[in-house]
Nanobody, 122 residues
Framework: QVQLVESGGGLVQAGGSLRLSCTAS????????MGWFRQAPGKERAFVSTISSGEATYYADSVKGRFTISRDNSKNTVLLQMNSLGPEDTGVYYC????????????????WGQGTQVTVSS
Protein backbone atom coordinates (compact mmCIF):
# COMPACT_ATOMS: atom_id res chain seq x y z
CA GLN A 1 0.00 0.00 0.00
CA VAL A 2 1.45 3.34 -1.07
CA GLN A 3 0.94 6.30 1.23
CA LEU A 4 1.25 9.85 -0.08
CA VAL A 5 1.60 13.02 1.97
CA GLU A 6 1.29 16.46 0.36
CA SER A 7 2.57 19.69 1.82
CA GLY A 8 3.35 23.25 0.80
CA GLY A 9 -0.10 24.66 0.28
CA GLY A 10 -1.21 27.98 1.72
CA LEU A 11 -2.57 31.44 1.03
CA VAL A 12 -0.82 33.56 -1.58
CA GLN A 13 -1.63 36.73 -3.47
CA ALA A 14 -2.25 36.66 -7.19
CA GLY A 15 1.02 36.65 -9.08
CA GLY A 16 2.78 34.78 -6.31
CA SER A 17 4.34 31.34 -6.16
CA LEU A 18 4.08 28.18 -4.14
CA ARG A 19 5.90 24.89 -4.24
CA LEU A 20 3.99 21.75 -3.39
CA SER A 21 5.66 18.57 -2.26
CA CYS A 22 4.41 15.02 -2.17
CA THR A 23 6.33 12.29 -0.38
CA ALA A 24 5.56 8.64 -0.97
CA SER A 25 6.18 5.58 1.14
CA UNK A 26 7.56 2.42 -0.37
CA UNK A 27 10.68 1.31 -2.17
CA UNK A 28 9.37 1.43 -5.74
CA UNK A 29 8.90 5.18 -6.05
CA UNK A 30 11.33 5.56 -8.93
CA UNK A 31 9.10 3.34 -11.05
CA UNK A 32 5.91 5.28 -10.38
CA UNK A 33 4.27 7.73 -12.72
CA MET A 34 3.07 10.53 -10.45
CA GLY A 35 0.33 13.04 -11.02
CA TRP A 36 -1.06 16.22 -9.53
CA PHE A 37 -4.75 17.04 -9.61
CA ARG A 38 -6.75 19.86 -8.09
CA GLN A 39 -10.31 20.29 -6.99
CA ALA A 40 -11.99 23.66 -6.72
CA PRO A 41 -15.12 24.06 -4.58
CA GLY A 42 -18.13 22.61 -6.33
CA LYS A 43 -16.07 21.21 -9.19
CA GLU A 44 -14.69 17.85 -10.17
CA ARG A 45 -11.09 16.88 -9.60
CA ALA A 46 -9.07 18.16 -12.54
CA PHE A 47 -5.74 17.10 -14.04
CA VAL A 48 -2.81 19.44 -13.46
CA SER A 49 0.40 17.61 -14.32
CA THR A 50 2.09 14.22 -14.57
CA ILE A 51 5.66 13.02 -14.52
CA SER A 52 6.60 9.54 -15.64
CA SER A 53 9.29 7.29 -14.23
CA GLY A 54 11.45 8.42 -17.15
CA GLU A 55 10.70 12.06 -16.25
CA ALA A 56 8.49 12.78 -19.22
CA THR A 57 6.16 15.59 -18.17
CA TYR A 58 2.64 16.56 -19.15
CA TYR A 59 0.59 19.61 -18.19
CA ALA A 60 -2.95 20.83 -18.42
CA ASP A 61 -3.22 23.71 -20.88
CA SER A 62 -4.30 26.01 -18.07
CA VAL A 63 -0.97 25.64 -16.24
CA LYS A 64 1.54 25.29 -19.09
CA GLY A 65 4.35 27.79 -18.76
CA ARG A 66 3.47 28.53 -15.13
CA PHE A 67 3.79 25.18 -13.33
CA THR A 68 6.73 22.80 -13.32
CA ILE A 69 6.62 19.22 -12.09
CA SER A 70 9.77 17.41 -11.02
CA ARG A 71 10.82 14.46 -8.91
CA ASP A 72 13.60 13.49 -6.55
CA ASN A 73 13.73 9.71 -6.40
CA SER A 74 16.34 9.79 -3.62
CA LYS A 75 13.70 11.41 -1.40
CA ASN A 76 10.61 9.64 -2.79
CA THR A 77 9.27 13.09 -3.59
CA VAL A 78 7.46 14.78 -6.44
CA LEU A 79 7.33 18.56 -6.55
CA LEU A 80 5.03 21.05 -8.21
CA GLN A 81 6.44 24.55 -8.60
CA MET A 82 3.60 26.96 -9.22
CA ASN A 83 4.31 30.47 -10.48
CA SER A 84 2.13 33.38 -11.59
CA LEU A 85 -0.74 32.05 -9.54
CA GLY A 86 -4.23 33.39 -10.06
CA PRO A 87 -7.55 32.96 -8.23
CA GLU A 88 -8.48 30.27 -10.75
CA ASP A 89 -5.71 28.11 -9.28
CA THR A 90 -7.45 27.94 -5.91
CA GLY A 91 -8.36 24.46 -4.75
CA VAL A 92 -7.23 21.36 -2.95
CA TYR A 93 -4.21 19.86 -4.66
CA TYR A 94 -3.74 16.10 -4.60
CA CYS A 95 -0.87 13.93 -5.69
CA UNK A 96 -1.49 10.44 -6.91
CA UNK A 97 0.18 7.33 -8.29
CA UNK A 98 -0.85 6.39 -11.82
CA UNK A 99 -2.20 2.90 -12.30
CA UNK A 100 -3.73 2.35 -15.72
CA UNK A 101 -5.36 4.42 -18.38
CA UNK A 102 -5.12 8.00 -19.58
CA UNK A 103 -2.72 10.04 -17.46
CA UNK A 104 -5.05 13.04 -17.42
CA UNK A 105 -8.00 11.21 -15.89
CA UNK A 106 -8.42 10.84 -12.15
CA UNK A 107 -9.85 7.36 -12.56
CA UNK A 108 -6.47 6.20 -13.91
CA UNK A 109 -4.76 6.79 -10.56
CA UNK A 110 -4.63 4.12 -7.88
CA UNK A 111 -3.39 5.88 -4.75
CA TRP A 112 -4.09 9.39 -3.50
CA GLY A 113 -2.84 11.70 -0.82
CA GLN A 114 -5.07 13.67 1.50
CA GLY A 115 -4.56 16.93 -0.38
CA THR A 116 -3.21 20.36 0.46
CA GLN A 117 -5.19 23.59 0.19
CA VAL A 118 -4.02 26.34 -2.12
CA THR A 119 -5.82 29.68 -1.92
CA VAL A 120 -4.94 32.55 -4.24
CA SER A 121 -6.37 35.94 -3.34
CA SER A 122 -7.01 38.58 -5.97
Amino acid sequence: QVQLVESGGGLVQAGGSLRLSCTASGRSFSGYTMGWFRQAPGKERAFVSTISSGEATYYADSVKGRFTISRDNSKNTVLLQMNSLGPEDTGVYYCAVWGLGNYNQATSYAHWGQGTQVTVSS
